[in-house]
């Protein structure tokens, strides 16, 4: 995400069931890249493996965190291996496995396959599959998934609590269940808090769908003449797209759409035209995951939402009066208040958000 490097489809993950064949192709044949290691000397070891360069990518950078947050609980080491096509994350995590740890991570549905083949061949190495899992069930294969959709739902809310005219949208990837998460809860979010309340969702599709921000930009464009004020940017790293489309609409007007971000804060590449993130931690799911498994507890699928603090909104975490997000400007306190309660509603199982993936 722009700045934060986003990659060219780390936003919306999905299953490579889906769609993974066809993703996988986008490969460059980069070598593989050696992060850094470090933590303590007796305790367990744990490596990282990621589907691309971590660089500026918020969404990876919280998988390091979570790995090294995971050595320093358990005095141990960690040793992260960056990727940057197929080729390399086959090498990388032969590599990793080769080096026998603890616990071997991995990030992205890029390495649902990898994965799969490694837990045959070596049934004594414990993996960790973030967002995403395997076809096939391996006692020694973790899998840690999220619900996107409960925060979605809140990011949909606070459209519905600020929208002028009534009209919500969304510019989503693919017209599939697994992407609708990102614009069906949305739409809810907003009626929920205002009925009465309309929405749109228009769809990038196409060759690239993942990183197309000159059609995402037309799509946001075409919402916006349409009357919608708020929408939900679920565009991979076509979201830059919708941003600009922001931004010119504002220069243009003086006024336009606002937009909402995903996997990471995206105010600060955008300021003044997004008003929140839906936030996918994979820190969390990272550092909990590894703890799982070391406590003997592993071989299962753990889903990752509001409850378990592993989806949020930047508007919801600390830090946000330097997130130059609009839902911190202070005529939104009161906003933020009413998504507060519906958090801790969907927390508690007070009030279930219909998954378009289920």
Same mark, same amino acid.
Request: aromatic residues 6%; hydrophobic residues 40%.
């Given at each position: 995400?722009?700045p934060?490097?986003?990659r060219?489809h780390?936003s919306? #993950?999905i299953?490579?069931?889906?769609?993974?064949?066809?993703?996988?192709?986008?490969?460059?044949?980069?070598?593989?890249? =050696?992060? =850094?290691?470090?933590?303590?000397?007796?305790?367990?070891a744990?490596?990282?493996?990621?589907?691309d360069p971590?660089a500026?990518?918020e969404?990876?950078?919280?998988?390091?965190?979570?790995?090294?947050?995971?050595?320093?609980a358990?005095? &141990?080491?960690? *040793?992260v291996?960056?990727?940057? =096509?197929t080729?390399?994350?086959?090498?990388?995590?032969?590599?990793?496995? =080769?080096?026998?740890?603890d616990?071997?991570? /991995?990030?992205?549905?890029?390495?649902?396959?990898?994965?799969?083949?490694?837990?045959?061949a070596?049934?004594?190495?414990?993996? /960790?599959?973030?967002?995403?899992c395997?076809?096939?069930t391996?006692?020694?294969?973790?899998?840690?998934?999220? #619900?996107e959709h409960?925060?979605?739902?809140?990011?949909?809310?606070?459209?519905?609590?600020l929208?002028g005219?009534?009209?919500?949208?969304?510019?989503?990837?693919?017209?599939?269940?697994?992407?609708r998460?990102?614009?069906?809860?949305f739409?809810? &979010?907003?009626r929920k808090?205002r009925?009465?309340v309309?929405?749109?969702?228009?769809?990038?599709? &196409?060759?690239?769908?993942f990183?197309?921000a000159?059609?995402?930009?037309?799509?946001?464009?075409? /919402?916006?003449?349409?009357g919608v004020?708020?929408?939900m940017?679920a565009a991979?790293? &076509?979201?830059t797209g919708?941003?600009?489309?922001?931004k010119?609409? *504002?220069?243009?007007?003086?006024?336009?759409?606002?937009?909402?971000?995903v996997?990471?804060n995206?105010?600060?590449?955008?300021?003044?035209?997004?008003?929140?993130?839906?936030?996918?931690?994979?820190?969390?799911?990272?550092?909990?995951?590894?703890?799982q498994?070391?406590?003997?507890?592993?071989?299962?699928?753990?889903?990752?939402?509001?409850?378990?603090g592993?989806?949020?909104?930047t508007? /919801?975490?600390?830090?946000l009066a330097?997130?130059?997000c609009?839902?911190?400007?202070?005529?939104?306190?009161?906003?933020l208040k009413?998504?507060?309660?519906?958090?801790?509603?969907?927390?508690?199982?007070?009030l279930?958000?219909?998954?378009?993936?289920?």
């Amino acid at each position: 995400m722009s700045p934060l490097s986003l990659r060219t489809h780390t936003s919306l #993950r999905i299953t490579a069931a889906a769609v993974g064949a066809v993703l996988l192709a986008t490969g460059c044949n980069a070598a593989a890249k =050696d992060g =850094d290691s470090g933590g303590g000397g007796g305790g367990k070891a744990f490596t990282l493996v990621t589907p691309d360069p971590v660089a500026q990518n918020e969404f990876l950078k919280l998988a390091v965190s979570g790995v090294k947050a995971a050595a320093k609980a358990h005095d &141990g080491s960690q *040793k992260v291996f960056q990727s940057s =096509d197929t080729g390399s994350r086959q090498q990388n995590v032969a590599s990793a496995v =080769d080096s026998a740890p603890d616990v071997v991570a /991995l990030v992205g549905f890029e390495f649902a396959d990898i994965v799969a083949q490694q837990a045959e061949a070596h049934p004594d190495q414990q993996f /960790l599959l973030v967002d995403a899992c395997t076809k096939k069930t391996y006692k020694n294969v973790t899998c840690a998934v999220f #619900r996107e959709h409960e925060a979605v739902f809140l990011a949909g809310a606070e459209a519905g609590l600020l929208t002028g005219s009534k009209k919500v949208g969304a510019v989503d990837v693919l017209d599939t269940p697994q992407f609708r998460r990102y614009s069906e809860p949305f739409a809810a &979010g907003a009626r929920k808090v205002r009925p009465g309340v309309r929405s749109r969702t228009l769809f990038v599709g &196409g060759q690239s769908p993942f990183n197309d921000a000159a059609r995402a930009k037309d799509q946001a464009s075409t /919402l916006a003449s349409g009357g919608v004020d708020q929408v939900m940017a679920a565009a991979a790293a &076509g979201n830059t797209g919708v941003f600009q489309a922001a931004k010119a609409a *504002k220069a243009a007007k003086g006024e336009g759409f606002q937009a909402y971000g995903v996997d990471a804060n995206q105010c600060l590449g955008s300021p003044g035209v997004v008003v929140d993130n839906v936030l996918k931690k994979t820190d969390v799911a990272v550092e909990k995951g590894i703890g799982q498994i070391l406590d003997g507890k592993g071989g299962t699928t753990v889903s990752y939402g509001l409850k378990e603090g592993g989806m949020s909104l930047t508007g /919801l975490e600390p830090g946000l009066a330097d997130s130059k997000c609009l839902i911190a400007e202070p005529a939104n306190k009161d906003v933020l208040k009413r998504v507060e309660r519906l958090r801790d509603d969907i927390a508690a199982g007070k009030l279930t958000v219909d998954d378009p993936a289920a």
